[in-house]
């Protein structure tokens, strides 16, 4: 059996990616900053401002959008010849990502497939005034005739978010939201990536799912609670097929 692989790096991602060997990565399953300048005003006690503080490189799409092209273009000769793409994006800059996305993936081939809803089980943060948003978007593309390795589901994924108190990222997702993800479009031993990595929790998704994954996280604190978390056993084996 193939030995699983499972590590958060610190750093600039546009570098770390380079570390990937050519055609190696079946999957690349990322949350970056959206460019919106969030940051939750909801956390009562200092453990919780801290986690609440602002996420590096949200300041404005262009900043955002900056970034993750930097980083596409050390990852994209990582990528395996048939591949697939999640790029996790908020309503408020959906329409910016779209045509970014696109324009960025075509040139290698990549097309989008879908566009999935990730359905919350809450309204959100966001204007008390207006409608809540109990959904984020995930953009899905594809390279190439790979079939897919789960069963065919509905494009909106219902996964209960995160409560206040587990969080170690103000973005951090729920691991069965990933493991749909990984499920999907990879096979046990397969490498996944998250350029973007946050709190980690791509990489204790694909630990539960049998894949080997790299995370890489900019930010010292986040990268600290993500090695952390993930070092403490925190998702080994709960999830394996």
């Known amino acids: 059996m193939t030995k699983l692989h499972h590590d958060i790096w610190h750093g600039d991602n546009a570098e770390l990616c380079k570390k990937f060997k050519p055609g190696t990565i079946q999957s690349l399953i990322t949350d970056p900053p959206f460019g919106v300048d969030n940051q939750s005003n909801m956390a009562k006690t200092q453990e919780g401002k801290e986690y609440a503080r602002k996420i590096a490189n949200d ?23 048939n591949s697939d ?11 910016e990502w779209l045509t970014f996305t696109r324009e960025l993936f075509g040139p290698q081939g990549y097309r989008r497939k879908a566009v999935l809803v990730w359905e919350k089980d809450g309204p959100g943060m966001g204007d008390l005034n207006s409608w809540g948003m109990g959904c984020e978007f995930i953009l899905y593309y594809k390279r190439g005739n790979r079939e897919r390795s789960d069963q ?11 409560r206040p108190t587990e ?7 729920p691991l069965p939201l990933l493991e749909l993800l990984i499920k999907h479009s990879t096979d046990p031993g397969d490498w996944v990536v998250d350029p973007f990595a946050g709190s980690g929790s791509l990489v204790r998704a694909a630990q539960r799912c049998g894949r080997s994954a790299i995370g890489i996280e900019y930010d010292e604190t986040n990268w600290r609670l993500a090695k952390q978390k993930l070092e403490s056993g925190q998702g080994e084996g709960l999830g394996l097929d």
């Open 85 to 95: 793409i999640y790029v996790v994006t908020a309503h408020q800059v959906l329409e």
């Open 59 to 81: 300041e404005s799409p262009e900043q955002a959008m900056k970034v993750f092209r930097d980083m596409w273009g050390s990852m994209a000769p990582a990528m395996k010849e």
């Open 152 to 162: 065919r589901r509905n494009n909106v994924l219902h996964s209960p978010q995160l």
């Open 167 to 173: 969080l170690i990222h103000p973005h951090e997702k």
